[in-house]
């Protein structure tokens, strides 16, 4: 099953800063490209468990007896780090967003370029998909998802559409969504109006934001003095919460201080914002977006 290149490969992994015998985690495996290379320089005694609730993503498991395979949110990564008798590990690392596989497996509904059924789970067994949100959220819930997950000014109006539109006939496919915003999306920048909107449903479906947050909390627990966190994001709202946690261990607000007046904070940064170069960007367009920042817990 194609899933295409794994993006900033060598620099998310060369941020876990791999000792050979160490304990990582991949929270988001999708094709394995992260795991693979991390395997690579694993010894014998290293250990890798991988993350996904996608059920897609077990056909790509990979046969070492160092590597684990857990086909589960990772918002639950520490109980089940736990189960598997890992509570501390050396490093942790995500690739936030959608795989490139559900982009272009057109039933899977994540896509601008295919007609297919409204859905967007990342795992198929959760009962919430995009036709929900889209035909039976209140309008004031859609303006909401519209304004916070896409940052969309026009996101009243785009509820206050959907909504009367629905009402004569539900809206059930992708193609169906376009056409009923049809006059909101302006010819030459339809394409990234329709990406905010499909993002916005997206996150919404997945709860992103919220599943991210509870991960984030976790990782100081997880991590053991020394362990690194190295994450992929691909869009502001996601890279915000990353950068304020790696910071302040925080999402919100000010850390505490101690009694010489210093910031007691979890994590310090190492390095810089790191981006693809142009020429990854051409090779992978998925690329375009991403933004790795590594930590290392103290």
């Known amino acids: 099953m194609d899933y295409h290149n794994p993006v900033l490969l060598k620099e998310t992994v060369d941020g876990l ?12 495996f999708g094709g394995g490209g992260h795991s693979r290379e991390i395997l690579k320089r694993l010894g014998d005694q290293g250990k890798l468990f991988a993350f996904d609730q996608d059920k897609d993503a077990l056909d790509n498991a990979l046969d070492d007896p160092r590597f684990t395979l857990i086909n589960e949110n990772f918002r639950f990564a520490k109980r089940f780090l736990r189960f598997y008798g890992a509570a501390k590990v050396d490093g942790i690392l995500g690739d936030f967003g959608v795989s490139s596989h559900q982009f272009d ?10 007609d297919a059924k409204l859905d ?6 959760d009962k919430l998909s995009a036709y929900h949100v889209v035909n039976e959220y209140s ?27 629905r009402k004569d006939k539900a809206i059930e496919t992708t193609e169906d969504l376009k056409q009923a915003l049809q006059s909101y999306l302006p010819k ?7 990406a905010q909107i499909y993002q916005a449903i997206r996150i919404e479906v997945n709860q992103e934001l919220e599943v991210l947050k509870e991960f984030l909390q976790q990782t100081e627990e997880m991590l053991k003095p020394g362990g690194r966190l190295s994450l992929i994001s691909y869009h502001s709202l996601e890279d915000r919460l990353v950068k304020r946690y790696m910071r302040n261990g925080l999402f919100e607000g000010e850390p505490e ?12 940064k190492v ?26 817990k103290l």
Do not use: C, W
């Open 17 to 28: 800063a791999i000792k050979p015998d160490g304990v990582y985690v991949d929270v988001t």
């Open 188 to 194: 030459g920048r339809e394409h990234k109006l329709l």
């Open 257 to 268: 201080k101690d009694i010489f007046g210093n910031f007691t904070v979890p994590f310090k």
């Open 139 to 165: 309008e004031e819930d859609l303006g909401r998802v519209l304004l916070q997950y896409g940052e969309l000014r026009s996101a009243p109006k785009l509820a206050r559409t959907l909504v009367s539109v």
């Open 271 to 296: 390095g810089g914002l790191i981006v693809p170069s142009k020429e990854e960007i051409k090779q992978n367009n998925r690329a375009r977006s991403a933004k790795l920042r590594v930590a290392e």
């Open 105 to 114: 497996v057109a039933e899977r509904g994540f896509s601008t370029r295919f």
């Open 120 to 125: 967007m789970r990342m795992n198929q067994d």
